[in-house]
Nanobody, 127 residues
Framework: QVQLVESGGRLVQAGDSLRLSCAASGRTFTNVAVGWFRQAPEKEREFVAGVSRSGSITSYGDSVKGRFTISRDNAKSTVYLQMDSLKPEDTANYYC????????????????????WGQGTQVNVSS
């Protein structure tokens, strides 16, 4: 079992930076890949970024490549999402999720691959 709690979401202006955190509890954290997804009203859940259990493999959605950076600190059981050059279209509820499949070595972009989800943190970017 892995429990996930996101934090760091707030209202910012276009061009600003923001860092989200995903704090995990549970003994299997070091064996899971972690992904960040987002969902805006009336839109489907979108893959943002993911990181393998060791942190050596990362993956990004096309809309955030070059602006967002995912990282993890296994000693703190925390995954971070650094978001730079924010745009109004980045406004959404951001969720982190953990995947046990493939023992955390593979980073999937599919929501169905993830077993545990947090409650989300809201990010609003004003123009």
């Amino acid at each position: 079992q892995v429990q996930l709690v996101e934090s760091g979401g707030r209202l910012v202006q276009a061009g600003d930076s923001l860092r989200l955190s995903c704090a995990a509890s549970g003994r299997t954290f070091t064996n899971v890949a972690v992904g960040w997804f987002r969902q805006a009203p009336e839109k489907e859940r979108e893959f943002v970024a993911g990181v393998s259990r060791s942190g050596s493999i990362t993956s990004y959605g096309d809309s955030v490549k070059g602006r967002f950076t995912i990282s993890r600190d296994n000693a703190k059981s925390t995954v971070y999402l650094q978001m730079d050059s924010l745009k109004p279209e980045d406004t959404a509820n951001y969720y982190c999720a953990a995947a046990q499949k493939w023992r955390g070595i593979v980073v999937s972009k599919e929501p169905d691959a993830y077993d545990y989800w947090g409650q989300g943190t809201q990010v609003n970017v004003s123009s």
